[in-house]
């Protein structure tokens, strides 16, 4: 039996969303007709946004739905291009490519965006600010509120993709003093391929997608109503279970407690409950990932592999991580249906697993 320990990638959908979804699909309506059909459509997503604006204590008007959270950072991102741009160095790729020319925001060695790098760099101006609420390969939640508070002051307006947060910690769009906010459906137990861009009011409108008038004129094309649907029942379900969530800490400190020789990275900070990123010096995170899927056990590399040769993270290497430590990097994720036996044959199997490699 395999065990999935690579939820931050994508977590297993959880039973109620697949009934709802498999429940729509067998439905026929465009979301756009008047007919009885359509209206049933539209039902269908106007109760997904009232869900998912609950989930990030928004106003349902502000919530746009998109293909993915790509697609949402991709809207702000572009909207912004003609201006200044600050975003970290350990954003994910969907907002570090989306705009060329954008600057980086250093980061400390524990994986916080620096607040006075970045007040030193307001002082030049900047139209967006876009940083993340929580970091995908460590799991270090960043000080968004105390990053808007320095945005504002400048007139800079604040971007935040919170797809590992959602779930994990309460996100009020309010408390944080954002602009935009980015959420993907299958971080929290939904389908893949949906995500939202929340906007709160006042804040520009943005828009990427243009063609029909769907979702009030902001993103044309017909709406993905099997997905929008379990988008809403996984963001009603992540808020309810918020509290079991917070328990998967105490599997993931059982693995940092008891595998010897690992580095741990960005546990003196504040983290979400489910991630640990480690290396095992001198044993190459491909080699680690290998023998761990052989022994049916699935986790991420914290490195890229790209022509034969294992490449640091872009998020190690902006902490400052030695590259000889980040190339021999492991992303641990649990999820909610994550059991206290899997981290117990996790700990075992890598604890035999790391006396070969070290032989
Ligand atoms: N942002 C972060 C922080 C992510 O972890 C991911 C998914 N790996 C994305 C954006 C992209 O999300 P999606 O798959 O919905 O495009």
Not at 224 to 247: C, P, R, S, V, W
Not at 336 to 351: G, K, L, V
């Given at each position: 039996?395999?065990i999935?320990l690579?939820?931050?990638?994508?977590?297993?959908?959880?039973?109620?969303v697949?009934?709802?979804v498999?429940?729509?699909m067998?439905?026929?309506?465009?979301?756009?007709?008047?007919?009885?059909?359509?209206?049933?459509?539209?039902?269908h997503v106007?109760?997904?946004?009232?869900?998912?604006?609950?989930?990030?204590?928004?106003?349902?008007?502000g919530?746009?739905?998109?293909?993915?959270?790509?697609?949402?950072?991709?809207?702000?991102?572009?909207?912004?291009?003609?201006?200044?741009i600050?975003?970290?160095?350990?954003?994910h790729?969907?907002?570090?490519?989306?705009?060329?020319?954008?600057?980086?925001?250093?980061?400390?060695?524990?994986?916080?965006?620096?607040?006075?790098?970045?007040?030193?760099?307001?002082?030049?101006?900047?139209?967006?600010?876009?940083v993340m609420?929580?970091?995908?390969?460590?799991?270090?939640?960043?000080?968004?509120a105390?990053?808007?508070?320095?945005?504002k002051?400048?007139?800079?307006?604040?971007?935040?993709?919170?797809?590992?947060?959602?779930?994990?910690?309460?996100?009020?769009?309010?408390?944080?003093?954002?602009?935009?906010?980015?959420?993907?459906?299958?971080?929290?137990?939904?389908?893949?391929?949906?995500?939202?861009?929340?906007?709160?009011?006042?804040?520009?409108?943005?828009?990427?997608?243009?063609?029909?008038?769907?979702?009030?004129r902001?993103?044309?094309?017909?709406?993905?109503?099997?997905?929008?649907?379990?988008?809403?029942?996984?963001?009603?379900?992540?808020?309810?279970?918020?509290?079991?969530?917070?328990?998967l800490?105490?599997l993931?400190?059982?693995i940092e407690?008891?595998?010897?020789?690992?580095?741990?990275?960005?546990?003196?900070?504040?983290?979400v409950?489910?991630?640990?990123?480690?290396?095992?010096?001198?044993?190459?995170?491909?080699?680690?990932?290998?023998?761990?899927d052989?022994?049916?056990?699935?986790?991420?590399?914290g490195s890229?592999?790209?022509?034969?040769?294992?490449?640091?993270?872009?998020?190690?290497?902006?902490?400052g991580?030695?590259?000889?430590?980040?190339?021999?990097a492991?992303?641990?994720?649990?999820g909610?249906?994550?059991?206290?036996?899997?981290?117990?044959?996790?700990?075992?199997?890598?604890?035999r697993?790391?006396k070969?490699?070290?032989?």
């Open positions: 039996m395999t999935y690579d939820h931050n990638a994508t977590t297993a959908i959880k039973p109620p697949i009934e709802a498999a429940g729509v067998r439905d026929t309506g465009n979301a756009s007709s008047v007919h009885a059909a359509g209206r049933s459509a539209r039902a106007e109760d997904a946004r009232r869900h998912v604006a609950a989930l990030c204590r928004a106003d349902a008007k919530v746009i739905f998109t293909s993915g959270a790509t697609e949402a950072n991709n809207t702000v991102l572009k909207h912004f291009a003609s201006g200044r600050l975003t970290s160095g350990i954003e790729p969907s907002v570090i490519e989306a705009v060329a020319g954008t600057e980086r925001i250093p980061v400390s060695q524990n994986g916080i965006v620096d607040l006075s790098a970045l007040k030193k760099m307001l002082e030049g101006g900047a139209s967006l600010v876009s609420l929580v970091n995908n390969e460590t799991g270090v939640i960043q000080p968004v105390e990053i808007s508070k320095l945005a002051a400048t007139g800079a307006r604040v971007h935040c993709d919170a797809v590992q947060a959602a779930g994990r910690i309460p996100i009020d769009i309010t408390a944080l003093g954002i602009d935009y906010l980015t959420l993907s459906a299958h971080k929290m137990g939904g389908p893949q391929g949906v995500g939202a861009l929340v906007t709160v009011a006042g804040a520009p409108p943005v828009k990427l997608i243009h063609g029909g008038g769907q979702e009030r902001q993103r044309a094309g017909t709406e993905n109503i099997a997905g929008i649907h379990g988008f809403g029942i996984a963001a009603a379900a992540a808020l309810a279970d918020m509290e079991a969530y917070h328990k800490a105490s993931r400190d059982a407690a008891r595998i010897d020789g690992i580095t741990v990275f960005g546990n003196k900070s504040p983290r409950a489910n991630t640990t990123c480690f290396a095992l010096e001198g044993v190459p995170a491909d080699t680690q990932l290998m023998a761990l052989l022994a049916g056990i699935c986790v991420s590399s890229a592999c790209s022509s034969g040769s294992v490449k640091p993270s872009h998020v190690l290497e902006a902490m991580i030695a590259p000889a430590l980040a190339t021999a492991l992303r641990v994720s649990l909610w249906n994550t059991t206290a036996a899997d981290i117990e044959t996790f700990i075992e199997t890598y604890t697993l790391k070969t490699w070290q032989k």
